[in-house]
């Protein structure tokens, strides 16, 4: 659709009645307002020496301004092309020459940034899909940088021009101008459209025209500050974890925004605080935990930019280590922009380690998650559970899941089996946001309405699932339960325990009188059984014959054993074991059944959901997942389940023997030397509690406690000690040897009694502990004795991975020659070069060696034995992996490189014939070059681009005989219909080649150059 600038077609009529609409504003105009000098908008006379210093003075921002400097040098960059065609390379371009004005007064630049700003405004045509609105938001924002960096450049004639053009694109964007359409709380009105594009707009024309500040701050502070600082204090976003580092990217821009110019915090300090939920979330194999809609299930998960944003701001070490660890390096060449507004290399990187391993979530978004460790790698021995409890639910992308738990240990074992193909499709409505694709309770009832949605028997959507307009709307009608007690122990930083128990009674409706869920994760100090996971349940339901089932979602179909259920992790090399047991109901009043798997059918009672073919992105694996339904066969109105999985490698044999207890006022279990009880109440038990302890040196928890003190008394002589119960846990921790005891709410009056110890030094030892460099080949571990990671290139201890592979190796001081099968490998010490099959390949730095100790680059030895590689330096690990299926048909890599590395998504996941994983990066000239090792015939390129039924990919591919001499064979764009699970051509006149290179420019949506999979296709 065409934009047609200033809208000089309208009357007079319409222009007044304009006018005086955009003077009827909703609230008061706010306390703070910008002040009078310009530049006011993230760059401010206050922070431009600092920003100076960190060029002069830092690697990274230097590079980042260098990319900067070159941008705004390439003048033709800057002016829209004769297509018209909406571009985020011109904005990046006007943006680069605005900032190169505002820094070191280039008025040229400064000049030409406002003259074709008003010119991109004049010509420009959108792009005619769903979400144009962010295209309209992103030329706004850089038409407001423009106006406030280049202000003393601006004529009164251009400065109207701008505003003109500001109001009537803004106009159109979906919250309208002025600015009072859509939610505050949740929706694309939290997105950029508010929280950084208008207020922008409004501070930069603010002397000129304070109504478009008046309107976005007005709103802002009167809804959308209120609404966040209610949620903040959970330390998580309600949007999940593709949502929600998105949206809090815009929250943190905000605060950014009024920070520099007011030096005004806007927001809690809570705020910083919102992504250690992703941080916790992460699992050893750098993949997360899933949380709303999201299509990241199994794999990384990108949150660098909210993160690069709030480490900064509130100078947090891990979350800036974190940052680090996912690319800032890359992000300084990609987004030069907001990474020399927003980073400041003073912050220092802390260490992970020193964070406790379990950390609770308070409502509104209650929760916990309780890891056994901070050790990366795919093999590490650090399980991830989470156990979410309940408070607020805010609709969009959240899911309705309150109670629900994960788990994670070399592998996923419970799961979420919902995907995210289609915000509001019938698989969108009626599976994946339900509480049937989580691992939560159901209570069925046939009869039961869920309005237009199928009844699922779960939890039902706050309001109808409409998004909320105002907090006020969703403390009256979003209320899905509450957190009554958590309790992490005995030591606060390496507990081993983590317990939490909460209401989720609302979030059913009238269907339920009463249900409680308690979830207790035990730490059990051993690297091949790490945890193990306790839920006990308590439903009671309005009508006795409503179905009252357990839920357990799982990628692999489990396996029934002797009142078992063993479920493997079902990736490639995943090596972590579940183990199910059952305790109550018993085993004559419960069924078991097991549905779904990859037939993507996606079952719900009486009727099928399947997702049908995704064209829009990949998809998770996990939608091919099995859900085991335990039901109470009993026709009654309470019923209890207690389930306890036992964390595991899949090379151990046996479980840990278990047995129920029973006593009259508690459920528990006995495992290992624990012992863990429940209350078979809703209340807080205030009775005395007599129990037997069978062994010396047992742990004991009790949950359910009143809040007080309370009497431990043994049977035999002894001391009675006085305990006490905080209302914030409602649990005790002792440590205690064979015999009978009594707990005795209050305190004895019999004698003299001792205060109980603490236990905070006991602590788990055998768990989380870092581990020696290792390669991991095929799933089996290898020891290595080093490995260099850099940036560019990771070297490792050769010898070893040879030996593992059955590799022949013959070394002297001056070579070494290797054979796998067919293939020969000669290295010769000190050369920039080695030979793999009697061609040479160029090397970044020469080899070198003395004695058995070899460091040869990964890559190499991936190419030559035709694996495929991954680095992972946080893990001190490296990994090869033999490729799927169907790969074989195209030649393979030797070496694979990219001008813009991105820790997220590496130049490898491009040829790692997995569809679900896709190499990313943002900016303009992104290389990524294969190497095959042989001059080959060719053809062309398979290329499967990532959304590639969504955008079109701009790109060249240039080949050449010997890496330095290249042509170029193809220059043109994707089709942008091609599903994304199917290559797509580029054909060119046959030619000889070694090398192959795509170089892109991003897409026709934004400058993310984003690929699945690239693969040379030979002339025969």
Not at 25 to 42: E, K, N, Q
Not at 867 to 890: C, F, I
């Amino acid at each position: 659709m065409l934009f047609a600038g200033l809208l000089t077609t309208h009357g007079y009529a319409a222009e007044k009645a304009r006018k005086n609409k955009d003077q009827s504003f909703r609230y008061p105009m706010p306390a703070i307002t910008p002040p009078a000098h310009h530049p006011r908008l993230l760059i401010t006379p206050a922070f431009l020496p600092t920003l100076k210093e960190r060029i002069a003075s830092d690697e990274l921002c230097r590079e980042a301004w260098k990319t900067v400097c070159d941008g705004a040098a390439n003048i033709d960059k800057a002016t829209l092309s004769a297509d018209k065609q909406y571009s985020q390379h011109t904005l990046n371009a006007i943006t680069a020459q605005a900032m190169r004005y505002v820094v070191d007064g280039d008025a040229f630049m400064g000049n030409n940034a406002i003259t074709q700003m008003i010119d991109y405004f004049n010509r420009v045509q959108f792009p005619g899909r769903h979400d144009v609105t962010r295209d309209y938001g992103g030329t706004i924002f850089v038409a407001s940088l423009v106006y406030d960096w280049c202000y003393p450049l601006l004529s009164d004639t251009q400065k109207q021009e701008l505003i003109d053009h500001i109001k009537a694109l803004a106009s159109r964007m979906e919250i309208r101008y002025p600015p009072y359409r859509q939610g505050a709380v949740s929706g694309h009105a939290g997105e950029a459209q508010l929280l950084r594009d208008l207020l922008s707009a409004g501070i930069a024309v603010y002397d000129e025209d304070p109504s478009v500040y008046h309107h976005a701050a007005g709103r802002f502070f009167a809804e959308f500050v209120t609404a966040r600082n209610f949620f903040y204090p959970s330390h998580r976003h309600h949007q999940g974890i593709s949502y929600g580092p998105y949206r809090f990217h815009w929250e943190i821009y905000s605060a950014w925004i009024f920070k520099r110019m007011s030096d005004v915090d806007v927001y809690i300090p809570d705020q910083g605080k919102v992504p250690y939920h992703w941080l916790y979330a992460v699992c050893p194999n750098s993949s997360a935990l899933i949380d709303g809609d999201t299509n990241a299930g199994g794999k990384p998960n990108n949150i660098f930019d909210a993160l690069l944003q709030v480490a900064n701001y509130y100078k947090d070490p891990y979350l800036q280590a974190e940052s680090h660890r996912r690319g800032v390096k890359r992000f300084a060449r990609s987004n030069p922009l907001e990474f020399l507004l927003f980073y400041d290399p003073s912050v220092k990187q802390g260490d992970m380690t020193e964070l406790p391993t379990t950390k609770f979530f308070a409502e509104p978004l209650g929760g916990m998650i309780a890891r056994t460790g901070w050790t990366m790698g795919r093999d590490s021995d650090v399980a991830v559970i989470e156990m979410k409890g309940a408070g607020h639910h805010f609709n969009n992308h959240m899911h309705l899941d309150a109670g629900a738990f994960q788990i994670y240990y070399r592998g996923h074992l419970a799961i979420d089996t919902g995907a995210y193909p289609k915000y509001g499709t019938p698989f969108d409505w009626n599976f994946n946001k339900r509480s049937i694709s989580h691992n939560v309770m159901l209570a069925y009832d046939p009869d039961e309405s869920y309005g237009n949605r199928h009844n699922d028997g779960g939890q039902h959507f706050a309001g109808g699932g409409k998004e909320f307009s105002t907090l006020e709307q969703l403390q009256e009608h979003g209320k899905s339960g509450s957190v009554i007690s958590h309790a992490v122990g005995p030591n606060p930083l390496k507990p081993l325990y983590s317990y939490i128990r909460s209401d989720i009674t609302p979030a059913y409706g009238k269907k339920l009188k009463s249900y409680q869920r308690h979830a207790v994760t035990l730490n059990l100090d051993d690297p091949d059984r790490p945890a193990a996971l306790l839920v006990y349940d308590r439903m009671q339901t309005a009508k006795p014959q409503t179905r009252k089932i357990w839920l357990l979602q799982t990628l692999a179909k489990p396996t029934e054993r002797s009142e078992q259920l063993i479920v493997d992790a079902a990736l490639t090399n995943d090596t972590g074991r579940m183990v199910l047991q059952t305790l109550l109901p018993q085993a004559n009043q419960r069924t078991m059944r097991c549905v779904g798997g990859p037939d993507g059918q996606n079952p719900v009672f009486d009727k099928t959901f399947p997702i049908l073919i995704n064209k829009r992105g990949s998809l998770t694996p996990f939608n091919d997942g099995y859900r085991t339904e335990i039901e109470d066969t009993q026709k009654r109105d309470l019923s209890t389940f207690l389930n306890v999985m036992q964390i595991m490698d899949q090379s151990v044999a046996n479980v840990l023997p278990m047995t129920a207890i029973q006593h009259k006022d508690m459920d528990g279990v006995a495992i290992q030397q624990w012992q863990v009880y429940f209350p078979k109440s809703d209340q807080m038990l205030n009775k005395l509690i007599a129990f037997n302890v069978p062994t010396d040196g047992s742990k004991v928890l009790m949950t359910g406690l009143q809040a007080g003190q309370w009497t431990l008394q043994s049977k035999l002589a002894g001391m009675p000690m006085i305990c006490s119960v905080t209302d914030e846990s409602g649990a005790l921790y002792v440590q205690l040897d064979a015999g009978d005891y009594s707990l005795i709410p209050g305190v004895s009056q019999v004698g003299k009694a001792a205060k109980l110890h603490k236990y905070t030094d006991v602590i788990p030892v055998n768990t989380g502990a870092k581990q020696g460099p290792r390669a991991i080949i095929s799933g089996k571990r290898v020891s290595l004795k080093q490995i260099v990671f850099d940036d560019n290139l990771c070297l490792v201890d050769a010898l070893p991975i040879f030996k593992a592979m059955n590799i022949d190796v013959s070394i002297d001081s001056n070579q070494l020659t290797a054979t796998y099968g067919k293939s020969t490998l000669i290295c010769r010490n000190g050369k920039m070069n080695c030979m793999i099959d009697g061609q040479s390949m160029d090397l970044l730095q020469p080899t070198s060696w003395q004695g058995q100790s070899v460091l040869l680059p990964l890559d190499l030895i991936a190419g030559f034995t035709q694996h495929k590689p991954k680095s992972q330096p946080v893990g001190n690990a490296v990994y090869l992996d033999a490729y799927p299926a169907g790969r074989n048909v195209y030649p393979p890599y030797m070496q694979v490189r990219t001008s813009h590395p991105n820790a997220g998504h590496p130049a490898m996941d491009a040829v790692d014939g997995d569809l679900s994983t896709y190499f990313a990066s943002q900016g303009t000239d992104v290389q990524l070059a294969m190497d095959m090792g042989r001059v080959l015939d060719i053809k062309g390129m398979d290329i499967v681009w990532y959304k590639s039924f969504h955008r079109q990919a701009i790109f060249t591919i240039d080949i050449s005989v010997n890496g330095k001499t290249w042509k170029q064979v193809f220059d043109g764009q994707s089709s942008g219909n091609i599903p994304q699970d199917k290559p797509e051509f580029f054909g060119f006149d046959v030619a000889k080649a070694r090398y192959v290179r795509i170089i892109s420019n991003g897409n026709t949506q934004n400058n993310w150059n984003s690929i699945c999979e690239a693969m040379v296709v030979i002339a025969n």
